[in-house]
């Protein structure tokens, strides 16, 4: 525990350039700061308490890696008690160990060991025994390491380390030393050489990971290794997809064997279908699978605990008068954002909206997406009246339009591997379109405009895979129902199964695409809103 007090150290994290904290959980290294950070009541959080869930999927911005994290500071989420959807099933506070298993830079790593020799087929479980031998071996030696520095340095762990230095050639040197890193393996050497002799019965993996097993038994504990992946996967290389479908059936393997280790890995769900296409079987292998959803009142939410923590840090003042709003009542979350937002918000159209609405509908329900433009919001607001009591309209639509093109062109690079000309065929059919518009009118206006530059491109390209392109990328809607205000969506960046279109069916374009494709608006002065956007209600629980 750090002496230093939790309020100095938030303020490492929370600063008046980035009220919200950091949009990258990745950068937190303080857990007890991260777990002040993080709101648990969230359907997200609640479907990784799953004890049966090896693969959790989710869109860049998610929040896989802060929900990963937060295996590792669980007992600072305790400071408002047990949540109240932790059942028998949940492992809230299952694990007492956790060790996270990779970093980009090993995972690269890793596959590359795996892949070996790309123009020379291998069986899947060949592939599978080579991932089980890099994990589990990076297992025990960051256990060995967890277990010495606590003052558990049992024969069991004797038994491991043996275990990783019996028949270590020259080959499993380099990859531990690529794998691991050079200070892992250094640390592991030196703990080597402190017991002297050897073991005279040599271990086989299977039986070294029994060993760690009851070792855990004896002590009343269990191990997590956490394995948050990169967002980017060449999904283009076959022998790649392979390599990642093998990784997958390995953990649903590991997992289904004991119950004192297990291991969860994130996965971009921007590639899932291909995830599903490289799996060797996907109905044995992505059983254990769930996927990370938000709803418009969530995100409303985490923001607003977040900019009550920063009120408290640096204008205590202002933070006195919310102590009495339940953040967990979405009547309180509403009305939170009432004491500092304007009753209404002017759209391109010189329409009113529900600020809140405005904002979300800009968003792909992504925590990160609302995060940083509610943050741009505050800082903006700040910078012109010189207090944070009140956002403006004005910061509010300078906001949206400062931080759509990045959200936009973070979705299109969220998807470089699967579709990497999404871009370049998309603003000719999109440039000067309308944002309402039939599967005809969209057909005829790529076959004018976008086929000319898939010819380029990708030749091969017809109108049903563009189509699909866009459906699954979020950047079409399907439906078109008119609204008082608006004219409402379903857009398939939620599902994992993405919608499918056909003639006659009546389409619409993400109001983060509108812009940033130069798109004509429509006759009748209607913004587009996404379902999920449309269906939020304020009042109540």
């Not at 070996?116 to 592939?127: G, K, L």
């Not at 948050?228 to 390995?250: K, Q």
């Not at 990160?368 to 207090?387: D, K, N, P, T």
């Not at 470089?416 to 009118?441: K, M």
Request: glycine share 6%; net charge negative.
């Amino acid at each position: 525990m750090s002496s230093v007090p939790i309020a100095d150290r938030l303020r490492t994290y929370v600063t008046p350039s980035s009220p919200l904290g950091p949009s990258d959980a990745a950068q937190i290294t303080d857990d007890e700061v991260a777990a002040r950070l993080f709101d648990i009541h969230n359907q997200s959080f609640y479907k990784l308490l799953r004890r049966d869930l090896s693969v959790l999927i989710g869109r860049r911005g998610s929040g896989k890696t802060a929900l990963l994290n937060s295996y590792k500071y669980r007992k600072f989420l305790d400071r408002d008690g047990t949540p109240a959807t932790v059942g028998n099933t949940s492992d809230f506070r299952s694990y007492d160990v956790v060790i996270d298993a990779v970093t980009y830079k090993q995972f690269e790593d890793m596959q590359k060991l795996v892949v070996r020799d790309p123009e020379r087929f291998r069986t899947i479980e060949a592939v599978v025994d080579d991932w089980e031998s890099l994990i589990t071996d990076y297992f025990f030696a960051k256990f060995i390491v967890e277990e010495v520095d606590g003052g558990r340095k049992t024969e069991a762990i004797v038994t491991l380390n043996d275990y990783l230095h019996h028949d270590e050639d020259d080959y499993k040197r380099d990859v531990r030393e690529m794998v691991w890193g050079r200070s892992l393996r250094e640390k592991i050497k030196a703990l080597f050489h402190l017991h002297g002799d050897h073991h005279a019965n040599r271990l086989n993996r299977a039986d070294a990971l029994e060993v760690a097993v009851r070792h855990l038994d004896n002590t009343k504990r269990r191990a997590l290794v956490v394995f948050d992946s990169m967002d980017e996967y060449d999904v283009g290389n076959v022998t790649f997809n392979r390599t990642l479908g093998a990784l997958i059936r390995f953990i649903s393997h590991f997992n289904s064997r004991q119950d004192r280790v297990k291991i969860k890995l994130g996965l971009p769900s921007e590639i899932f279908p291909e995830v599903t296409r490289a799996s060797a079987n996907a109905l044995k292998d992505l059983i254990n699978v769930d996927q990370l959803s938000w709803t418009a009142i969530e995100l409303a939410q985490i923001a607003a605990h977040r900019f009550r923590l920063f009120l408290e840090l640096y204008d205590p003042d202002t933070a006195v008068g919310l102590n009495d709003l339940d953040l967990d009542r979405r009547a309180d979350v509403h009305e939170f954002w009432t004491q500092f937002f304007p009753k209404v918000q002017l759209n391109r159209y010189g329409e009113e909206e529900e600020p809140l609405t405005y904002i979300l509908r800009h968003t792909q329900l992504l925590p990160r997406q609302f995060l940083v433009i509610v943050q741009r919001i505050i800082m903006r607001s700040y910078a012109e009246l010189g207090h944070y009591r009140k956002c403006q309209s004005s910061s509010i639509a300078e906001a949206i339009e400062g931080i759509e093109p990045l959200i936009a062109s973070e979705i299109l690079h969220a998807f470089a591997h699967v579709y990497p000309f999404a871009e370049a065929l998309c603003r000719p059919v999109f440039g000067d379109f309308p944002t309402v518009f039939s599967f005809d009118e969209l057909e005829n206006k790529w076959r004018k405009k976008g086929r000319p530059v898939a010819k380029v491109h990708v030749p091969d390209l017809d109108v049903a895979e563009f189509m699909e392109m866009v459906v699954r990328m979020g950047i079409v809607g399907v439906g078109q129902e008119e609204k008082d205000r608006y004219y409402e969506g379903s857009f398939a960046y939620d599902s994992l199964a993405p919608l499918s279109i056909g003639e006659g069916n009546a389409l619409c374009l993400h109001p983060i695409f509108s812009r940033h494709f130069n798109a004509a608006g429509n006759d009748k002065k209607k913004a587009v809103i996404p379902k999920g956007v449309a269906g939020i209600r304020w009042g109540g629980r």
